[in-house]
């Protein structure tokens, strides 16, 4: 049974850092591509960043140079680090891998990032 598990969200003043972590089990996300999402209230889940099997990254303009997203192999766990967040950052965020199709597969329970002004 697949499970991803995120964590380290929480409240955070504008321009600070927060690192989420996503933990799986019953998948090998180096062998996967892993993206995580965010959605504010009222607002449709959007595509923050992906990382590849092969460790290429793509990021959503919204977040390029602020966000990094990155794996750990050893410990199976993929990282955002959010550095100058926004109050506009604030979202639940969710990892999500196990599918070719980026958006399918599984998705963890999210974590919630909230970022005052």
């Known amino acids: 049974q697949v499970q991803l598990v995120e964590s380290g969200g929480g409240l955070v003043q504008a321009g600070g850092s927060l690192r989420l972590s996503c933990a799986a089990s019953g998948i090998i996300f180096s062998r996967n591509t892993i993206a995580w999402f965010r959605q504010a209230p009222g607002k449709q889940r959007e595509l923050v960043a992906t990382?590849?099997?092969?460790?290429?990254?793509s990021y959503a303009d919204a977040v390029k140079g602020r966000f990094t997203i990155s794996r750990d192999n050893a410990k199976n766990t993929v990282y955002l680090q959010m550095n100058s967040l926004k109050p506009e950052d604030t979202a639940v965020y969710y990892c999500n891998a196990g599918s070719r199709i980026i958006g399918r597969g599984y998705w963890g329970q999210g974590t919630q990032v909230t970022v005052s002004s």
């Open positions: 990382m590849t099997s092969d460790s290429s990254t």
